[in-house]
């Protein structure tokens, strides 16, 4: 008798053992319960582009003919934009998250990313790269201009 309650407790040890070892999600899953995850938001990966994001709503999209500019000289034209345009916030973004308050992306120089039929109710703007706005007096001119007109 002693020898078969050393043996079902040994088994009794290695059971609560296994089963302790097992998180909560795991031990649902071997009662055979599925369990449904969050998904996480949408986002797109602009990972070889930079994104910056201003007041939360307009996102810009920097291309690779401005990869060689320095990073100063990219945040200082979009703080300057970001001010001439009466807006105050600009941060830079990792990836595109969606965000229901997203209303405008400004694709500089940046062709339109396949996944972005992913964000509804967008207004994409392709425009041109910052070396081209900011080569000329009348480029700059240009380009604030069409900024105003869109009621930003």
């Given amino acids: 008798m002693p020898f078969m309650e050393v043996k079902l407790r040994l088994f009794f ?9 097992l998180s909560q999600e795991e ?3 071997n009662l055979g319960i599925d369990i449904w995850k969050k998904r996480p938001g949408k986002e797109i990966s602009l990972s070889h582009n930079e994104i910056f994001l201003i007041d939360k709503d307009l996102v810009f ?3 690779d003919k401005d990869k060689k500019l320095k990073k100063e000289d990219k945040r200082s034209f979009l703080l300057t934009l ?3 345009i009466g807006r105050h916030n600009l941060q830079q973004l990792e990836k595109l998250i969606q965000v229901e308050n997203i209303s405008h992306v400004f694709l500089l120089n940046v062709d339109l990313p396949t996944e972005i ?9 392709n425009l041109p790269s910052i070396t081209e706005i900011c080569s000329s007096r009348d480029n700059k001119e240009n380009f604030l201009i069409s900024m105003f007109e869109l009621d930003l």
Wanted: no cysteine.
């Fill in 13 to 21: 040890l290695t059971v609560k053992s296994t089963f302790m070892a």
């Fill in 27 to 29: 031990k649902l899953i």
């Fill in 61 to 63: 999209v920097i291309g």
């Fill in 82 to 84: 970001t001010k001439s």
């Fill in 117 to 125: 039929d992913l964000f509804e109710s967008l207004n994409v703007i």
